[in-house]
């Protein structure tokens, strides 16, 4: 018999038909993300899941698909919508999507660095509102990136591929992660506030954790420079954006842009909404074609893996094989 499997949404053929071809698949294809209760209902039964960064994998889910359960493949480098060790102790490994979203994040970052720093959408805006009446030597004045100092914050696959573009640019590159080497004539800070202290731009790829969860507070942003541009691809709740919205209103730091929120979507009601030096993306950091048929190839590769019982060739939990 086929094994059974639920695909949260509609991901893109490349993966899809690797699905298709070895399970018995039932794809959810709406736009918007199967209710909580559906999903619940969808899982019941399934030896293989392929979750969304929408969709909250935790022991009620596990406890409604049953014991049959195999495999939990995120389509998603980011994993912070699962309960890892409700998954871990059921002795299930979870799979996710490294590596091949790391170039298409970092253009992100990129993008944002010079969208905030530059004012591009707002000098868009400035011309669609009819406001650009003539050239002035002091209109939409923005900041210089050569001879400045970027800082990043963790040094991972993403962090790195940010440092790599950064030497092009003519920026000097600091970095905090505990945990990383140096590359790219990037030169490692002891301590965040000695990052923040000499950053004119600073640049957030952490994980989303209890140690990063609003990591990006009060105390943070009032330890960057006055003229400082944040940007932040990681995830939503590693910033406080009460915090972040006061810091940007009161001119305490120059910009920012964001490629992630909280919550996401961000309601239009949002106090960042009225700011002109804040620049929001709605979650765009691996959305190109190449990149999204990569992270469907792979979150495909993992559940079928799964599966087969065969090794995931990316596991978030691989202490499920050491126990076996
Ligand atoms: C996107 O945010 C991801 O984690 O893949
Ligand atoms: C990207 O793939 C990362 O985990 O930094």
């Known amino acids: 018999m086929r094994p059974k499997v639920f695909v949260a949404r509609k991901m893109r053929d490349a993966g899809l038909n690797l699905v298709l071809d070895f399970c018995d698949a039932d794809v959810w294809d709406q736009a918007m993300p199967p209710t909580r209760d559906v999903l619940l209902e969808k899982v019941r039964g399934v030896d293989g899941f392929i979750s969304m960064l929408t969709d909250r994998v935790d022991a009620e889910l596990l406890d409604a698909a049953g014991s049959q359960l195999k495999v939990v493949s995120n389509h998603a480098v980011g994993f912070d919508n699962i309960v890892v060790p409700d998954v871990t102790a059921r002795g299930i490994p979870i799979g996710n999507t490294p590596g091949i979203l790391t170039d298409a994040t970092a253009d992100i970052a990129f993008a944002l660095l010079l969208a905030a720093g530059r004012r591009i959408v707002e000098s868009e805006r400035y011309i669609r509102e009819g406001k650009w009446k003539t050239w002035h030597p002091s209109m939409l004045l923005g900041m210089d990136m050569a001879g400045k100092t970027l800082g990043i914050v963790g040094f991972g696959r993403i962090g790195r591929a940010v440092a790599k573009r950064a030497v092009g640019f003519g920026l000097r590159i600091i970095f905090y992660s505990p945990s990383a080497e140096p590359e790219f004539g990037a030169i490692k ?60 209103k009161a001119k305490r730091i120059f910009a920012a842009g964001l490629d992630v929120t909280d919550p996401e979507p961000l309601p239009l009601d949002s106090p960042l909404l009225t700011l002109e030096n804040c620049v929001i993306l709605p979650h765009i950091g691996s959305a190109s074609e190449h990149t999204r048929d990569e992270m469907a190839r792979l979150a495909a590769e993992n559940l079928i893996a799964g599966l087969k019982g065969e090794r995931l060739p990316h596991c978030v939990n691989p202490e499920v094989y050491d126990r076996k």
């Open 189 to 248: 800070m002891n301590s965040l506030d000695e990052l923040l202290k000499q950053s004119d731009f600073v640049s957030v790829h952490t994980p989303l954790n209890a140690a990063t969860r609003h990591m990006v507070n009060a105390d943070f942003l009032s330890k960057m420079k006055p003229n400082a541009v944040f940007v932040n691809t990681s995830r939503g709740p590693v910033v406080d954006q009460t915090a972040l919205y006061e810091a940007l």
